[in-house]
Nanobody, 125 residues
Framework: QVQLVESGGGLVQAGGSLRLSCAATGSTFSFYTMTWFRQSPGKEREFVADISGSGAYTGYADSVKGRFTISRDNAKNTVYLQMNSLKPEDTAVYYC??????????????????WGQGTQVTVSS
């Protein structure tokens, strides 16, 4: 099973930026779509962004489109989430996840079985 470790969270003022990283173990990283989710207290985990194994295809939730950018470096087994123009409603624990089969993808958390421990992002107003 792949191990995923997120980093880069923190406290930032509204309008600020953060870059999250997610490092993965294993030699087949480039075969898998990587996805960022987030979860706020009392809310369900929600899709934020995903990126195909090659990096050629990306997708975003409407709430972050134009502000967040997902990218990956397959040589480093790492996926990133650049978050700009942050809003208080972006406050959440952010998780990266690897889809369970190569070359597949989903935006439903229940379809993932490999998760990182999460990193807290807090945006103050």
């Amino acid at each position: 099973q792949v191990q995923l470790v997120e980093s880069g969270g923190g406290l930032v003022q509204a309008g600020g930026s953060l870059r999250l990283s997610c490092a993965a173990t294993g030699s087949t990283f480039s075969f898998y779509t990587m996805t960022w989710f987030r979860q706020s207290p009392g809310k369900e985990r929600e899709f934020v962004a995903d990126i195909s194994g090659s990096g050629a295809y990306t997708g975003y939730a409407d709430s972050v489109k134009g502000r967040f950018t997902i990218s990956r470096d397959n040589a480093k087994n790492t996926v990133y989430l650049q978050m700009n123009s942050l809003k208080p409603e972006d406050t959440a624990v952010y998780y990266c996840a690897q889809y369970k089969v190569p070359y597949g993808s989903s935006r439903l958390p229940d379809n993932f079985d490999s998760w990182g421990q999460g990193t807290q992002v807090t945006v103050s107003s």
